[in-house]
């Protein structure tokens, strides 16, 4: 009678722990490096009081450029909110063993495209800046349209062009629209 208290507990315990590393790898990746980001905006507030310091006008366009970064990281953050809270849905959706199983099946289709997208979008990103040298891009993909918006050098067609490329390659049938963010234009 021991034996069987020791099997159905270790079963137990082997089980739950099938089921939180299925959790782990399943849930979406959160950022965690709110140290990192601390220490960042204490160096650029330094580095500012010795540029206010050395020359007033470098101050304004340190505060132009730090003020487009964070509209790239909000638009980010709240495009991943909202994949966040659809992701949720979606999961509650998976999970329901009330529903018919094609619609849970759905669901599950419909959080790894969402996954997917959001993966591309990141790679995009990543790619526009390392080969073709902008400063940041920013890539929103929807169902059939990619907007991608980039940061750093003149706007031309052949730069356009060449994002449009990428863009293709990567997202496939989607329909690229290419906008430049100016030096002195913040959105």
Do not use: C, H
């Not at 330094?46 to 206010?52: I, L, Q, R, T, V």
């Not at 997917?116 to 040298?133: S, Y």
Request: no cysteine; proline share 2%.
């Amino acid at each position: 009678m021991m034996l069987k208290k020791q099997t159905v507990w270790l079963l137990t315990m082997l089980s739950l722990v099938v089921v939180l590393s299925v959790y782990y790898i399943t849930a979406e990746p959160t950022n965690n490096n709110l140290a990192n980001v601390d220490v960042g905006q204490e160096e650029k507030a330094k580095g500012k009081d010795a540029k206010k310091e050395n020359a007033g006008m470098k101050t304004e366009n340190t505060t132009i450029t730090d003020a487009k970064d964070e509209v790239f990281e909000e638009i980010r953050l709240q495009m991943q909110d909202e994949r966040s809270k659809k992701y949720e849905e979606l999961q509650q959706v998976a999970g329901s063993t009330e529903l018919p199983v094609e619609e849970r099946s759905e669901a599950k289709d419909e959080m790894n495209r969402l996954q997917q997208i959001a993966e591309k979008e990141k790679f995009v990103e990543n790619l526009i800046i390392q080969t073709l040298g902008y400063e940041d891009a920013l890539v929103q993909a929807d169902e059939s349209e990619v907007l991608i918006t980039v940061k750093g050098k003149e706007p031309s067609k052949a730069n356009a062009n060449e994002i449009i490329k990428i863009v293709k390659k990567e997202m496939g049938n989607s329909t690229p629209t290419v906008a430049f963010q100016g030096e002195n234009e913040i959105k």
